[in-house]
């Protein structure tokens, strides 16, 4: 007899959307706490889903002539200190080698929180012509940052990620660079994991620490908050000259190259469960998905029914999906229930009658849309419900971005348009750091990004009354 | 005209192996030294390399039912200390976190040297109950141990590897688990990067600290050295008891499972360089080689030779070989010889005569032999030669393996023999570790593994000149 194991609850995201996030990262088996406070572990599915991520944005990026290398993960404090932005950006969240084995070490060591000194040292030491530029390198590994409250994939004390390091021979190729990954992230994000972005430029108050130009690209979650999707920074040639990378130009002097570094990492993670999730549990992108469709036999104790499943499962494998069958004694309800949870974005299923009759269902997990479906029929069909999935999760993400942007023309009005509805809050802004600071005290709100796609909303900052140099949007952010 | 551009020598191995091996490592642009003593970078081409290894092995590990995870890589001092012979082998190596931003930490936490605690502590708060057993994982990471000599991927601070980890109900599960991967080294390395290897079993000496039994895949460098490949250890219930991983068992009553690791690193690129490389450079076997096939077009200024060489290496990208085309204006003897340097297995040769007569030449990188190739049999053949070159590369690596075993029935002899040829020196064994401390003092050799295909040589150790247990290799490693 089937047993009756109960799928356990999450919160409502509507009672308490933190709660709900915290249960599905838990509950999905995506994560759990590690002993060490602050760090976390990911579980086979939470990292199969960065397998998938990493697979694609990998691809992307040597599309575009990147090359991964490796550095060392420790960075003598000496080496870290030479540019002097970014070492007080990070200096407060540098966890410190200072023991070797029984031996104090003369230098104490930091975890890499970011590796541009280390990029800038190998380049001083190897870089010496024009004809070697530019240099296109990218590294995958972890990070530590020492943060006081964390929350799995969002701050975590260390978290995964790639950074690309690039150096150019001028000024106006790295600044070309900067923008085409940050369009690579912007496809990546649309295209891959249906998180549509705004694509824009931080503020200096927001930007990278010893950046001279940091881009990002902005995402809205259920609850309206916004979160940084991933970025990508011009460094001029600040750090060239901090570190001494030089190179001898077409002029057959030494020059500074120009550098940029760009970086995503586990965190996109925690965008796609705030942006896809729902009350039932995760909800995948299929082009991330570790199990695309899951196939579930019905009444699988009578004659043929475990066979044909093998038999459809076979074929999807076969036509290159990630499939799996769930052949356990569980009841319907339960793995129903369960494959919800796991946010799987086709569910098959095949009963005795169905196999008679030489079809099979199909069901969306983004609606719950049953499709009949001829077994001829079935890679065709899955690749249709599949890309069906992928479009009404973008669709729906775009919808709620679309509809949580508001205008406001005085600073009490966006403080009231958060109050009232969350979201983006776009105005004009005079560039001053003052009614930056002055938006975040009243209105609680972090300026995100000045868009690409600039519009006119008028003529002054409504923070100062000033002539406006641009328009931005503000908001409340993870 | 062609620029003259030196293709920089590199020291002959009959002259200076180690010297020979270092150059390599740095000409073939694989590896360079980090600022941080006792650090390296992996530079693109050798971490291209790693990829392939990890591409190749991540598969092979996924086909049996492992799944990848990502552990903390801080282990706090008291978890890393309750396996107390664990903690003896690996605590003179280890790198330590004191502080975390400005603040000193409670507890000191240590950099990874291996997860075996980490898993174990996770394990202690997650598993339940027998149906969820085996749990079958799998990390790609970096490890520190903080060596006192180093050298370029075969000992080095921070290092590169797999570390797989596995639990299971009962002894026999665990124990053919191990064995399972150990044959799976076996495999990748003979397959995949063609070195032959002798599978066995550690002596209690050699073996990983903590483990019941360790076994290894060892092979046999040119210069006739040792080398460990990878290891897979067998940990009974020792560290379950330690770190009090328990589950509920069919019977009902709470039981301990038994535990699996096994092991393989970024020094199996050493071994690579030292199996195959010759003193033209770096020899890679086309399994894992970033680049198999180089196309050199001959007299490129001379109309329809670009375009040429470009249709081949569009038509070998399409047929799925990873290609390149050097269309710099550097000279063809340049060339020839830095793709050697790299080990490119195949090269391509294109001029205007053969691209006329509808032709190329095909270059081993192993013997130099040329093959000329009618271009509509391009891919074909280009097929078959990387396969020659990969089977060549066994052999070759294979006749130095057996050629350099020799058998001894004394200590005199051991001693003798790795005198005059180096090699495995194979004699029987009373088990006693006086006898093999004697060995490493008076020969010089360390025990290097007790074949699991045995031998009968006699009947008693030649050491100690009591009853012989075992036939063992005696070798001195890497």
Redesign the interface.
Known sequence: MAKEKKVEQITDMEVDFAQWYTDICRKAELV?Y???KG??????YG??I??NMQRIMDGMFKETGH??????????ES?LKKEGELVNGF????????????EKLEE??A?RPTSET?FC??WS??LQTYRELPML?NQW??V?R?EKTTRPFLRS??F?WQEGHTIHETAEEAQAETMQQLQCYADFFENVLAIPVVPGRKTDKEKFAGAEATYTVECMMKDRKALQGATSHYFGDKFSRAYNVTFTGRDNKLQYPFQTSWGSTTRMIGAVIMTHGDNNGLVLPPKIAPVQIIVLPIAQHKPGVLEGAAALEARLKQAGFRVKTDKSDNSMGWKCAQYEMKGVPVRVECGPRDLENGQCILVRRTDGEKIPCKLEDLEAEAAKQLEIVQQQMFDKAKKNLEENIYEAHSLEEAKQLQAEHGGFIKTMWCGDLACELKMKEEAGMSSRCMPLKQERLGDVCPICGKPAKTMIYWGIAY
Not at 39 to 44: D, V
């Open positions: 759990e590690a002993s060490v760090f976390t572990i990911l579980r086979p990292y199969a960065w397998e090359e991964n290398v490796a550095m060392p993960v420790l960075i003598p080496l200096a407060p969240e540098v966890a410190w080698v200072t023991h070797g084995g029984s104490r060591l975890f280390m040292d190998f030491n190897n390198y590994c972890s530590i020492w004390r260390e995964w």
